[in-house]
């Protein structure tokens, strides 16, 4: 079955997508998600026992920041390891607070973060919607800021943060945001994520923080195996 603007709003009982809070399509053989980029007030969402062949439909649910509880399981997209898919689930939709009917802790949403698996890059006229405001292909793939854009705008997905148009995206060529961020050399990736920070609450600095402490643990560990060593040996 072929999920449609008509059927979500039947099911939902709903006049317009925007309305959409709650939907529940468990059973019905659906194998695209592509509608539900519009239901942008969607909180539940209930796929059980469907037909969606690859997380790669997830894309279409970044958007949707007030997506709490998700249902996806006994799809073929779950694969053989549910462990995995659980992580590679929550990377692309960090804001869920409940998968499958299990809560999502903070310690499982950090391992996510750093173990989970990329979710393939949503369809061409997904992508579509950033502007580059007139410029030329060579142009654009030859600007710094459009790198440091794509990085951002990556990294707000897999939050399921909105993607920021380019006459909104700061460049940090400029003194002001030069001026505020220490001086080390930045790759275009900790630059995306200097920027994004300042767009996170609390809770979602939290998640960042240990995701953060947690790297850096293993890179001591790895860095210093013998200072390891010696510790364990003095207790």
Same mark, same amino acid.
């Given at each position: *079955? ?9 099911? $939902?009982? $709903? ?7 709650? &939907? ?6 659906? @194998?695209?998600? @592509? ?11 209930? &796929?059980?026992?469907? *037909?969606?062949?690859? !997380? @790669? ?6 958007? !949707? =920041? ?13 694969? =053989? ?19 499958? +009917? ?8 950090? !391992?996510?973060? *750093? ?19 007139? !410029? ?8 710094? &800021?459009?790198?440091? *854009? ?41 630059? $995306? ?20 402490? +947690? ?8 860095? +210093?195996?013998?200072?390891?060593? $010696? ?5």
């Amino acid at each position: *079955m072929k999920l449609t603007r008509k059927l979500v709003l039947a099911k $939902a009982k $709903a006049s317009d997508l925007d309305s959409v809070k709650k &939907l529940n399509c468990c059973v019905n053989s659906i @194998s695209s998600l @592509s509608p539900l980029a519009g239901c942008q007030s969607l909180c539940e969402l209930y &796929l059980r026992r469907n *037909m969606i062949p690859s !997380l @790669s439909e997830l894309s279409y649910l970044r958007p !949707l =920041t007030r997506l709490k509880v998700l249902w996806l399981a006994e799809n073929p997209c779950c694969g =053989t390891d549910p462990s995995q898919y659980r992580l590679n689930v929550l990377r692309c939709l960090p804001r869920l607070q409940k998968l499958d +009917n299990q809560v999502v802790t903070e310690e499982e949403l950090a !391992l996510a973060l *750093m173990e989970g698996e990329e979710v393939t890059t949503p369809p061409a006229s997904f992508q579509n919607q950033l502007s580059t405001n007139g !410029l030329t292909d060579l142009e654009t793939e030859n600007d710094p &800021l459009n790198y440091n *854009m794509e990085e951002t705008n990556k990294i707000r997905e897999q939050l399921g943060m909105k993607p920021l148009p380019r006459d909104k995206f700061p460049s940090l060529s400029s003194p002001s945001t030069r001026d505020s961020i220490p001086v080390v050399k930045k790759t275009h990736t900790l630059e $995306a994520v200097l920027l994004l920070l300042k767009d996170l609450d609390e809770d979602e600095l939290h998640i960042i923080h240990t995701a953060t402490q +947690n790297r850096l643990q293993t890179y001591t560990q790895l860095r +210093n195996p013998n200072e390891l060593t $010696a510790d364990t040996e003095n207790y």
